[in-house]
């Protein structure tokens, strides 16, 4: 579907043209058009996909719709004015606060938002975006509180701050989104969640955007949404065919840094994002492999915002090869050059494997997801291979091959699930690392870089 054929202003065209988009992808095809004609909406789709386009032209077009209304509603130069009559209403005063409310579970993600409204919204003419994170000074996001402002993206936690000490107004929201809704509520944001909602106008918009909407989330959904339409494009189970995936057992943490220094050294390797389980071993990792000569920089929640931006902006500037992170700081890295990402930690849990390798293979290019596992690890590989309905193939690399045999885990089978036929291949936590402070023999074939 072409975006002029949505009806979409002709600043938010130009925007797009801009930035060289004329196409819509299957998610914005689905969702902008409800969302246009001011649906609520539960929205599942892959990584990489688009979505944030997907919530955020539309709300651009009700930013432009409320500033032509307001003009229409303005006198005209040189028109005589008079006091109003008995009853009648004053002067219509500008609305306080933000127009558009985005929440967003990491500062990452909602910087990468921030950026998107910016983008699309280039040429609308004094567009206010704002994002309020923690980790970053109070001064400029109250400054940013207490002006004009069209657009707010924020943490939960932070936004609550704000929302306490009575800097965050919310009584003019009409459009609420909520990213990543399920990664919110497995950071414990749900009361934050609840509180805030409760903020806005009845009369809002609310987009909600989730992996999945069973469970719990699928309950606060329920609660937010008023006769929502469901969108769902692509699920953790459907193929991604820019993604190849990999497994390479190792028999110990020297055999599984010798496997991961000989990938590091392949032609093939643009960037890389290294993913570690704690903080800790992000930042022993870094520092090991940027004394073997390697570009290489940590990233996680414990380190300063202003640190953590110098670090993205290095990736983006490709003054960065190799990025070593942990879960929550690498959510909503969106760098196309990103060739390889490999699990030096696995996850805590099944979904965050489908977001950690959604970091490649994307903007049409192809991608490399290798997970280098131990024998303990069997379990987590298994639960994986459950989640995604795809058995991840096993592959040695010439001279490293494992001296143990691979571990021979329960029966694997793919299931198939609602329309999808039987052995189609698919694609694809105790408290994350980034909680908010409320508590709240291998068969496969050798190495010889991306097939």
Do not use: C
């Not at 925007?15 to 969702?31: I, S």
């Amino acid at each position: 579907m072409s975006f002029d054929s949505l009806g979409l202003h002709p600043a938010l065209l130009q925007a797009l043209a801009t930035a060289g988009y004329t196409t819509t992808t299957p998610v914005q095809a689905r969702a902008i058009p409800p969302a246009l004609a001011g649906r609520d909406l539960m929205v599942s789709s892959s990584t990489g996909s688009g979505k944030t386009a997907s919530f955020a032209l539309p709300a651009l077009m009700r930013v432009l719709a409320a500033r032509d209304a307001g003009a229409a509603a303005m006198p005209q130069a040189g028109a005589p004015r008079r006091p109003p009559r008995a009853g009648e209403r004053g002067p219509r005063v500008p609305p306080t606060g933000p127009r558009i409310l985005v929440l967003a579970p990491t500062r990452e993600l909602a910087q990468q938002v921030a950026k998107a409204f910016s983008d699309y919204g280039r040429h609308v003419p004094g567009l206010r975006v704002a994002t309020i994170v923690g980790g970053v000074p109070y001064g400029a996001q109250l400054r940013a509180l207490a002006g004009p402002l069209d657009v707010l993206i924020a943490t939960p936690g932070r936004l609550m701050d704000h929302m306490s000490s009575g800097r965050a107004v919310l009584t003019s929201v009409d459009t609420f989104v909520l990213d990543e809704a399920d990664r919110m509520l497995d950071m414990g944001f749900i009361d934050d969640i609840h509180h805030i909602a409760g903020a806005l106008p009845a009369t809002r918009q609310t987009l909600m955007y989730s992996a999945t909407f069973a469970g719990h989330v699928g309950r606060l959904a329920a609660e937010l949404l008023r006769e929502p339409q469901r969108v769902e494009v692509a699920s953790h189970t459907e193929a991604h065919a820019d993604i190849e995936q990999r497994l390479h057992w190792a028999d110990d943490l020297a055999h599984k840094n010798a496997l991961l220094d000989h990938i590091l050294t392949e032609r093939s390797v643009e960037q890389a994002v290294v993913f570690t389980s704690t903080q800790q071993d992000a930042d022993r990792l870094a520092d090991r492999l940027a004394s073997m000569g390697h570009a290489a920089a940590a990233l996680h929640g414990g380190m300063p915002q202003g640190r953590r931006n110098r670090v993205l902006d290095g990736l983006r500037r490709r003054h960065l090869r190799v990025l070593v992170a942990t879960d929550v700081a690498a959510r909503g890295i969106d760098v196309p050059t990103i060739s390889h990402v490999i699990n030096y930690g696995l996850p805590m849990k099944a979904e965050d494997y489908v977001h950690r390798i959604g970091r490649t293979g994307r903007a049409g290019r192809s991608g490399l997801a290798v997970t280098l596992a131990e024998r303990r690890d069997a379990g987590m590989i298994q639960r994986i291979q459950r989640f995604t309905t795809q058995r991840i193939p096993a592959a040695t690399i010439q001279g490293l091959e494992p001296r143990r045999p691979e571990p021979v885990p329960p029966r694997f089978e793919v299931r198939p699930g609602p329309g999808r036929p039987s052995g189609r291949p698919g694609f694809g936590s105790a408290r994350p690392e980034g909680a908010n402070r409320r508590g709240r023999p291998s068969g496969g074939k050798p190495w010889g870089g991306r097939a």
